[in-house]
């Protein structure tokens, strides 16, 4: 902790600002704050007023081939699920999840698939899943331990007992002792978890880009106990709502106002799986979700781009050298579709990274982006 004398600048004095207050924000302050750090977290529009409040959060495993991406989402699901049954059971319904294979061809992938279902799952024949009022004609998979979280509330719990205050930061500024100015506050430490909009510093190498989706809550009195999956997600029924999510619109490059018609058109898709008759359209929402170049999140240290540069000109043509960090700089973000599952395990790294100085976990640290970015980047092209 940092010692400063007098008591203006110990309230305005954190141990770490972060920037962002959606679900990568909320859980990286709460699980630095069960670590004794004394937190700030700031938003230009509020608590979970990005991608993260448009989420259906639905937290469920990822099914596929094996492979790197689907074992590291299986295990941030085994701790985000018991993460959210340890904090706030109130906001996570273990409502179990099916999967459900899109067509003939999918299903026979199914069987490949099966050996890599690392999480606790049972197979339903088609029968049992019309018996649970899904439309289908192939046999799936189900996953009881999955659910979805209420996405907005998750994130204001999180954030209960923390200083949030709503604030776009367009700068930040370092002192030549090291602390970091945001505004009028001050911190050792400043995380960005901006989402999509990530301008500050040099983090092109990250590729951070943005995925537009639409979301919309039902009302409906449809007896559906069971959420899922395909090329959609329908959720269960919780008190009288059914969730409907999500659009992919890749067109759509800033935020938006949300479409009815995006909403509608998931309703009518959703026809296929279940009945939709008596569902009514209360809210729709939408937002970004914030992805990486190779779908990975986006945790820890941020490379000091210029200092690089600077030492070893010739990075951009293949030549290496020693990592040189932004000091006390760090980033939670590119969550992508799965912000609700990969947080809370992203959060404990990053937590142990800034306080007790462990490295993160390496498939998530930005640096497996950067020496290619160096060679291959247009941005760098006149320097090669
Ligand atoms: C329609 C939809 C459905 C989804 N469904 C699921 C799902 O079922 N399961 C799942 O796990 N994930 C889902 N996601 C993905 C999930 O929402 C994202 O992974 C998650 O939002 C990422 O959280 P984040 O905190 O990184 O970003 P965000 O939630 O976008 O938060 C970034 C925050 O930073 C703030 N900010 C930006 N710039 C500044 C600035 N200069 N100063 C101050 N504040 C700033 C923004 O206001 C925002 O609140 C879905 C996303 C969408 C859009």
Known sequence: MFLIKSSY????????????????GAATAYTLTQKNQKVLVLDKNGIASGGSGAAGAFVSPKIGKGGALQSLTNEAFVYAKDFYLEHCPQHFHQTGVVRLPKDEADAQKFSDYEKHNQNVYENYTKEMLQALGIHTAFDGFYFPEAGDCDAKEVCAFLLKDIEVVQYEVNKLRQEENGYWHVGDYRAKNVVIATGFESNFADMQYMGIKGTWGTRGDFVSDLALNVSMHQSMSVGANIGGIIKL??????????????????????????????????LVLKEIFCGMRAGSKDYFPLVGKIIDVSKMLEITPAIVRGATAPLQYREHLYICNGLGGRGFVFAPLMAKWLAECIVDDKEVDERVCTDRLFWKWCRKSPDLEYLR
Do not use: M, R, W
Request: with cysteine.
């Open 9 to 24: 600048a110990n309230k305005y004095f954190y141990d770490t600002i972060i920037i962002g207050a959606g679900i990568a």
């Open 245 to 278: 999510g999500a659009t992919h619109e890749k067109e759509v490059k800033e935020s938006v106002p949300c479409q009815e018609k995006q909403a509608l058109g998931l309703k009518e898709k959703a026809s296929a799986l279940i009945n939709v008759s008596d």
